[in-house]
């Protein structure tokens, strides 16, 4: 069996990192955020994930380490992210054996699919665009409307969901039981063979810590290399940040391009059955202000993870901008930093540029042969 490299240095960094992280060690460290904000200002995580402390080295250019989200019961091990590995590439795990976390989350594809809305077991057409597992070790709140607390309590989600994998946690285990392959994994990643739902949840959340985004075109020349950047990407990125501009970073804030917040900019407000269908965070919190307000994504690895937004109703990275450019669809509910923006059409082609300067290295990991 072939390891990939990468994963497990990655892995061994964040594991470290976590134990780090029982003291407060030296004081943050001032970070480049093309924001207004600070990531520090992104709502407390919930008691059971804490913050890592400790800064790492090895991070990719322009990530965090102060930022990374790991829950005190389940440090990031290299034997977890490689059980992980496996199971998040085995389609096994799905009623009818064709349906893998891999097949929606797909490497070539930034770790999106490509599609529109996605598509599961039976050839079942979902409502909502398949978002990224890029840098998801920054986040707690998971899904579009982030109605899962972390990736341990989303894991289980798209396993059991009807429309995509299609199949019960028992099943899966007795399956997972059934695949000879898989005890060592077990063993090595928790102690003993036994597997339960909650250790394929902890292992596949573990491996996902791992898919990290950094070091891209706009990271090297925060870092000095001023060359990293062409000058449409330079005014496209003071387009972003001007708040008399783009007004872009009011949302997209930090390191991740992300204020972690739920905020409704109007998606699908032009369609007679919003109310019903877009109704976003809504769903989770029941707050009148929550109506139609979805998460603020991660804008790194942009370039290759259209058609954009929850729906994936934007195509291109310029109709996203148009969109922006006309303020949203009005709606009752939406968020008042939306507004009409005055941009001419250089400083649009601009911020498409600087967004595709987002691109960055993404961990490389190799899809497993299956287990026997
Ligand atoms: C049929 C396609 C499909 C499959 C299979 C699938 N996902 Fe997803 N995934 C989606 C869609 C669609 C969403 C957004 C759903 C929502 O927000 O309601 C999503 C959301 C996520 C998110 C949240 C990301 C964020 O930014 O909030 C993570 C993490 C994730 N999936 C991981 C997984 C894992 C792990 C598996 C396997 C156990 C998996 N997915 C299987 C389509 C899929
Ligand atoms: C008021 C907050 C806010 C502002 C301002 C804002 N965004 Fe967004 N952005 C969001 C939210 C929330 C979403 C997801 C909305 C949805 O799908 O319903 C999003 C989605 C996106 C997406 C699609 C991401 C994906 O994975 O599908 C892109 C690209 C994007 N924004 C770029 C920009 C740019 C460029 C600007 C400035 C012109 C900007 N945003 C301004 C909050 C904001």
């Given amino acids: 069996m072939r390891r990939p490299r ?26 480049k955020d093309p924001g207004k904000e600070p990531a520090s200002s992104a709502p407390a995580a919930p008691a059971a994930v804490s ?7 090895e991070l990719p250019l322009g990530l965090d380490a102060y930022a990374l989200k790991v829950p005190a019961d389940n440090p990031v091990t290299p ?16 009623r009818d054996g064709t349906v893998a976390c891999a097949t929606c989350h797909v490497a070539a594809k930034g770790w999106s699919n490509g599609l529109k809305t996605a598509v599961g077991i039976g050839n079942h057409v979902g409502k909502r665009s398949a978002p990224t597992v890029i840098n998801r070790a920054f986040s707690t709140l998971q899904f579009w409307d982030g109605r899962a607390a972390s990736l341990e309590d989303q894991a289980l989600g798209p396993i059991q969901n009807p429309g995509e994998m299609g199949n019960t946690l028992e099943n899966v285990v007795a399956t997972v039981k059934g695949i000879a392959g898989y005890v060592p994994l077990f063993v090595a990643a928790f102690g003993d063979e036994a597997v339960s739902p909650d250790r394929i949840a902890k292992a596949i959340a573990s491996f996902e ?3 990290l985004s950094g070091s891209s075109p ?13 000058e449409e990407a330079v005014r496209g990125m003071q387009v972003f940040l001007d708040n008399n501009k783009g007004r872009c970073s009011i949302c997209h804030a930090g390191f991740n391009f992300t204020d972690e917040k739920f905020h409704n900019i109007g998606i699908g407000a032009d369609k007679p059955d919003w109310e019903k269908e877009h109704i976003g965070r809504f769903e989770v919190t029941k707050a009148e202000k929550d109506k139609g307000a979805y998460k603020t994504p991660t804008l790194r690895q942009i370039a290759a993870t259209g058609p954009y937004m929850h729906d994936g109703s934007e195509a291109t990275l ?6 922006y450019a006309k303020g949203g669809n009005p709606n009752p509910h939406l968020d008042p930093e939306m507004k009409k923006l005055t941009l001419t059409d250089q400083e649009k082609r601009d911020l498409v540029e600087f967004l595709k300067a987002l691109t960055g290295d ?10 026997k």
């Fill in 209 to 211: 810590r791992t898919i």
């Fill in 6 to 31: 990468t994963i497990h240095r990655l892995g061994g960094l964040l594991a470290a990192a976590l134990l780090a992280g029982c003291e407060r060690g030296s004081p943050r460290p001032e970070l």
């Fill in 51 to 57: 913050a890592v402390k400790e800064p790492l080295s």
């Fill in 79 to 94: 034997a977890k992210v490689e059980l992980g590995r496996h199971l998040y590439f085995d389609a096994r795990l799905s």
């Fill in 362 to 371: 993404v961990t490389r990991v190799e899809r497993p042969e299956p287990l």
């Fill in 218 to 230: 706009y990271d090297r020349y925060q870092s000095g290399e001023k060359s990293a950047l062409n």
């Fill in 318 to 323: 310029e109709a996203v901008v148009e969109y």
